[in-house]
C-alpha cells in the first residue's frame, strides 16, 4: 500500500511538471515583507512572508523553500537558523547579524550587505527551475534596532549595508562635558610635588586635572626643600594639556640650616677640655 501511494505521488508530481513544461514557467514564490529585529548583542530574528501561487503552491517541497530562504538570507558570516516555517512565513536567527563596538556616546551597530537575487541564482541552478520561477526579493524590508530606530526599504533586490548608534545618555553628557571643557596633565620630578592652579591646592604630581574650563591658568609646582616653579598655560576645549617639570634643589635653605645648639654646646665642651689639658701638660714641663 506504501509503495502504491509513493509511486502514485510521483506520477502527479510528473504529471504537474509535465503541465508546466508545455505552458512555460509559473511565478510560483513571492517575497512579501522581510522584519529585522536586532538585538543588543547584534544577533537578530528575521520574520520572512511570502506567497505560492495557484497549483504550485502543493508542488514545491517544503524542504525546497527552507533551502532557497536560507540562501536567500545570508547576509552575515553565520548562515541563518531556521526556527520555524509554513506555507506563508518564516522565522529565522541571524547570528552575528550587525557588528558591535562601544563609541564615545554609546553603542554602534553595523550591519552586512544582504542579496536576495543569490536565492534566485540558487533556484535557476536547481533541477526544477524549468518549472519554477520564483522573486525573492521582498516587497518591504523593515531593520529595527535595539533602541526601535528603524530603516525601511522597498522592492530592493538587496539590503544595504547600516551603521546606527544606540545612544547611551550617561555617555553623550560625558562626551559634551568633555568637548565643552579640557585637562590638564602633570608630571614632576621628584614625584608628590604639590601643584596649585590659581593659588588654589590641587593634589600632587602626578595627576590629570579634568573638567576644566577653556583658558589660562597659573601652575605652581611646591615641594619642600625644592625652590617653587610657576608656570602659566592655556587649556583648550577637548583637548588635554601636558606639562612636566624638573624641580631643582633650594641650596639657600640648606645654608641657612642652623646648627644644633646640643651639638654645638658639647662641641665647645670637648674644645675647651682639650685646651686644659694641654695648659697642664706644659706647666709640669716647665716645672721639671
Not at 522565522?91 to 547579524?97: D, Q
Not at 546606527?164 to 559634551?176: E, F, L, P, Q, R
Not at 604639590?194 to 591646592?201: F, K, N, Q
Not at 593634589?203 to 577653556?214: H, I, R, V
Request: aromatic share 6%; glycine share 8%.
Amino acid at each position: 500500500m506504501t509503495d502504491h501511494y509513493h509511486h502514485l505521488t510521483t506520477l502527479t508530481l510528473v504529471v504537474i511538471c509535465t503541465v508546466l513544461l508545455v505552458a512555460g514557467p509559473a511565478s510560483a514564490f513571492t517575497a512579501n515583507s522581510l522584519d529585522i529585529i536586532v538585538d543588543k548583542s547584534g544577533d537578530a530574528t528575521a520574520v520572512f512572508t511570502f506567497s505560492l501561487d495557484g497549483v504550485i503552491e502543493n508542488a514545491i517541497p517544503q524542504s525546497m523553500l527552507e533551502e532557497q530562504l536560507v540562501n536567500g538570507l545570508g547576509g552575515s558570516s553565520d548562515p541563518p537558523i531556521l526556527i520555524s516555517m509554513d506555507r506563508s512565513s518564516a522565522t529565522l536567527l541571524m547570528k552575528n547579524f550587525a557588528g558591535v563596538k562601544d563609541v564615545e556616546t554609546g553603542t554602534e551597530y553595523q550591519t552586512g550587505t544582504m542579496d536576495f537575487k543569490k536565492a534566485d541564482i540558487a533556484l535557476k541552478n536547481s533541477a526544477v527551475s524549468t518549472v519554477i520561477t520564483a522573486d525573492f526579493s521582498p516587497s518591504r524590508i523593515t531593520v529595527t534596532f535595539p533602541d526601535n530606530y528603524a530603516r525601511t526599504f522597498s522592492d530592493v533586490d538587496a539590503l544595504p549595508a547600516l551603521t546606527h548608534t544606540v545612544v547611551d545618555a550617561a555617555k553623550a553628557a560625558a562626551a559634551v562635558q568633555a568637548a565643552s571643557t579640557g585637562a590638564i596633565q602633570v608630571t614632576a620630578s621628584p614625584q608628590d610635588a604639590e601643584v596649585w592652579i590659581d593659588g588654589v591646592y590641587q593634589g600632587n604630581a602626578p595627576q590629570t586635572f579634568s573638567d576644566l574650563a577653556p583658558g589660562s591658568y597659573a601652575l605652581e609646582f611646591r615641594k619642600s626643600g625644592y625652590s617653587p616653579i610657576t608656570r602659566s598655560v592655556n587649556v583648550t576645549a577637548g583637548k588635554t594639556l601636558k606639562v612636566s617639570v624638573l624641580l631643582a634643589m633650594d641650596t639657600a635653605a640648606l645654608q641657612e640650616t642652623p646648627v644644633s645648639p646640643g651639638f654645638g654646646g658639647m662641641a665647645a665642651g670637648v674644645a675647651l677640655a682639650a685646651g686644659s689639658g694641654l695648659l697642664y701638660v706644659n706647666r709640669r714641663k716647665n716645672q721639671q
